[in-house]
């Protein structure tokens, strides 16, 4: 009898961001990156595999490590493995092709494209070399980045770049972009000058069949002057992915709004690309035309494709945790093809993989909630924070969602609900002898928003490097996030509904805490109209509260 399955989709300790999944035989393989739990930057681990049937999406099996990091010669220079992709060559192996780089990103725009190979879909890999040309010269031709791999009816295509809007300024030259530029691609002045359209963009080569040596010459498949184009609105940032439905090429990647999947189609795998649309936003950006300063969930970097399985396309993307950009979970989300070719955006859900909406009986994680928003959640890219707000954390083996404060929603989508009675949480208030406190490094990078207050003083913020931060008054600040008041809770409460701006259905007001370590089950009565609804808890109250479980019963 299958599972039920809910996202994140993989176990609630496992954080693999970049999914690329993929058919082998009878079984789906997702490869990405893979992030450490509470990890200070990205990718911080070593590659490891799950597979499931493609007959049963909840049954994900972990296949093991898959590849080490200190298999790739410029390690430990460069100590993490980013976004990578495996394809089947010509040959029935699998070649895993993927990029090195640094804290933060840092020098991971510098280096050539690695090749590692196995006999087995499920590794482990061995290293095989970098991308090269005949004469053994390495390939370092746009900037070598999330390399993407398609066997095209036997044809070796690898998809990769990034892309940066400077060269449309008209000061690129006088402005210090192209100094930026010389700094984060670690090229010279003139090789970046020396690109006829520019360094950047998405770049296309092929490779022989040895999965190595290039065939063709690297080529921009979208243009990068953008401007009057129909990428201009969404342009493409990096995470590429290509995937072929009958005689169209769809072009998958993050667009430069970083918290979004888009696509573009074309006839050809190398030319001629039509921007699409978006496809997922982890914020729900976009959906219903939603705003980016109403959305659901901290947003940040995203990276993922699309797939049919068994009939059903999906879209596997992830989301953020922990108040940062470096520990992000796989989740996944049913999509549709129109006839037209066309791909709606999809708002994220709890189901995700499951067979429809979750059984409307049963404990669940209380991390499972696809909207987490105190209604001013931050931008992430490339950040940690130290300012509170609602997240998905832990201390050790427990996992649940940490500071929130009066005003929070949390969101579940979507319960199939038949006469249920009540709804009860498993929570805990929130003071200095559980409260989750990061010790690591903090982070923002320029393209991160959020209320950072005048007690954090950057001192440094610049592209693919690292921040440096001070407090100018360090008592004031901690003062203001711990929050040390008695343990007064008897206004706190959650609000159920079913809609954000509907109607009260109960209230389960907590009391009694006990040990501030412990977990107490809080429950009432709730009359929820059969069928399918999603499930909002919506927090009042003068004190912080974490919440581990929600039972429906």
């Known amino acids: 009898m299958k599972k ?18 993929h058919i082998f035989g009878d079984r789906v393989y997702l490869y990405g990156s893979h992030d450490k739990e509470g990890g200070y930057t990205f990718c911080m681990q070593d590659y490891v595999v799950y597979s499931a049937p493609v007959t049963d999406l909840s049954d994900w099996r972990y296949e093991g490590v898959s590849y080490k990091a200190s298999q790739d010669p410029i390690y430990p220079k460069l100590k993490y493995m980013y976004a990578p992709d495996v394809v089947r060559g010509n040959d029935g192996r699998y070649y895993l092709y993927y990029c090195m780089g640094g804290d933060y990103g840092q020098g991971g725009y510098h280096n050539p494209i690695s090749v590692a190979v196995s006999d087995s879909p499920a590794g482990p890999f061995s290293y095989l070399g970098n991308v090269k040309y005949a004469d053994g010269t390495v390939m370092k031709r746009y900037i070598c980045f999330d390399p993407a791999a398609l066997n095209d009816d036997g044809v070796i295509r690898i998809y990769y770049g990034t892309q940066y809007g400077y060269e449309e300024e008209e000061d690129f030259l006088t402005s210090g972009r192209l100094n ?3 700094e984060m691609f670690g090229r010279t002045r003139e090789e970046i000058l020396s690109y006829p ?13 040895d999965m190595l040596t290039v065939k063709e010459e690297p080529k921009h498949i979208i243009p990068y002057k953008v401007k009057g184009t129909s990428f201009e609105q969404h342009p493409f940032f990096e995470a590429s992915s290509m995937r072929k439905v009958g005689d169209k090429y ?10 979004e999947l888009c696509y573009a189609v074309s006839d050809y795998p190398d030319r001629d690309f039509t921007f699409g649309g978006t496809i997922v936003s982890n914020g729900d950006v976009g959906y219903n035309g939603r705003s980016e300063a109403d959305k659901l969930n901290m947003t940040g970097t995203t990276h993922g494709s699309i797939i049919e399985i068994n009939g059903q396309w999906y879209v596997f993307f992830h989301r953020l945790t922990h108040k940062s950009d ?5 989740c996944a989300e049913k999509i549709e093809i129109a006839d037209d070719g066309s791909i709606a955006q999809v708002e994220v859900t709890s189901c995700g993989l499951n067979e429809g909406a979750l059984k409307g009986k049963g404990t669940y994680p209380a991390v499972i909630a696809c909207n987490l928003t ?6 992430g890219s490339n950040c940690i ?3 509170p707000f609602p997240n998905v954390t832990n201390l050790g083996g427990d996992r649940f969602i940490g500071e929130i404060e009066d005003g929070t929603l949390i969101g579940y989508k979507y319960f199939d609900f038949k006469d249920l009675k009540s709804v009860g949480v498993k929570a805990r208030f929130e003071n200095d002898k559980n409260r989750v406190i990061y010790e690591g490094p903090i982070r923002i990078d320029e393209r991160g928003t959020g209320e950072i207050g005048d007690d954090l003083v950057m001192l440094e913020s610049k592209l693919m490097g690292s921040g440096e931060y001070i407090y100018k008054d360090k008592e004031k600040f901690e003062a203001s996030i711990h929050q040390d008041k ?10 159920i509904k079913i809609t954000p701006e509907g109607d009260i259905l109960s209230r389960i007001y907590m009391k009694d805490f006990g040990e501030s370590l412990s977990w107490k089950l809080f429950e009432t009565d709730v009359d929820i109209p059969d069928g399918v609804h999603a499930l909002y808890l919506i927090y009042h109250g003068k004190e912080k509260v974490q919440l581990k479980e929600i039972i429906l019963k």
């Open 486 to 495: 008695e343990n007064d809770i008897k206004d706190c409460f959650f609000d």
């Open 197 to 209: 359209d520019s360094i950047n963009g998405p770049v296309m080569v092929v490779l022989e069949d």
């Open 4 to 21: 039920q399955v809910f996202n994140p989709f993989l176990p609630l300790n496992e954080y693999i961001p970049d999914g690329e999944p």
């Open 180 to 182: 930026d530029e010389i």
């Open 250 to 259: 769809y072009f998958i990647y993050s667009s430069w709004q970083n918290h």
């Open 385 to 387: 924070y130290p300012i």
């Open 374 to 379: 105190n209604g001013h959640m931050p931008h």
């Open 326 to 330: 470096y520990s992000r979970q796989a």
